[in-house]
Nanobody
Framework: VQLQASGGGLVQAGASLTLSCVPS????????VGWFRQAPGKQREFVAA???????VYAESAKGRFTISRDNAKNTFYLHMNTLKPEDTAIYYC???????????????????WGQGTQVTVSS
C-alpha cells in the first residue's frame, strides 16, 4: 500500500491547515490510519489515529486543536489542524496498518505502510 500525504505549507501561528492522506488501495478490514510528525533534530512522534471502527486517539499536544477524520467515499483521511503553533512545525506523515489494537495506535512500529510526508511550517 502506498500513501500520498498532502496539504502542508507555510502558515502563521494561529492559522489552520488540513492534511490529506490517500492510500493507493481502498482500506478495508481491521485497519488503522495514523498521523505522525518529525521536527528537525527530534524523534518521530505520534499525533493522531483513527481505527476502522471510527475510534480516534490523540496525542496530548493535539487534543482540542487537531481532528482526524475520514471520507469513506473518497478513501481519504484528513488531519484538520487548528490554532497552529510554531512548535507544530514538522514533517507530517500518515501511516496505515492492520490489526493494531487501540492501546498501540500511538506506536509507530505498529504501522506497516508510510507516506512520504508533507512539510508544515508555522511561523511566529
Amino acid at each position: 500500500v502506498q500513501l500520498q500525504a498532502s496539504g502542508g505549507g507555510l502558515v502563521q501561528a494561529g492559522a489552520s491547515l488540513t492534511l490529506s492522506c490517500v492510500p493507493s488501495r481502498r482500506t478495508s478490514g481491521n485497519y488503522a490510519v495514523g498521523w505522525f510528525r518529525q521536527a528537525p533534530g527530534k524523534q518521530r512522534e505520534f499525533v493522531a489515529a483513527i481505527r476502522w471502527s471510527g475510534h480516534t486517539v490523540y496525542a496530548e499536544s493535539a487534543k482540542g486543536r487537531f481532528t482526524i477524520s475520514r471520507d469513506n467515499a473518497k478513501n481519504t483521511f484528513y488531519l484538520h489542524m487548528n490554532t497552529l503553533k510554531p512548535e507544530d512545525t514538522a514533517i507530517y506523515y500518515c501511516a496505515t496498518g492492520v490489526g493494531i489494537i487501540y492501546s498501540n495506535l500511538h506506536n509507530a512500529d505498529a504501522y506497516s505502510y508510510w507516506g512520504q510526508g508533507t512539510q508544515v511550517t508555522v511561523s511566529s
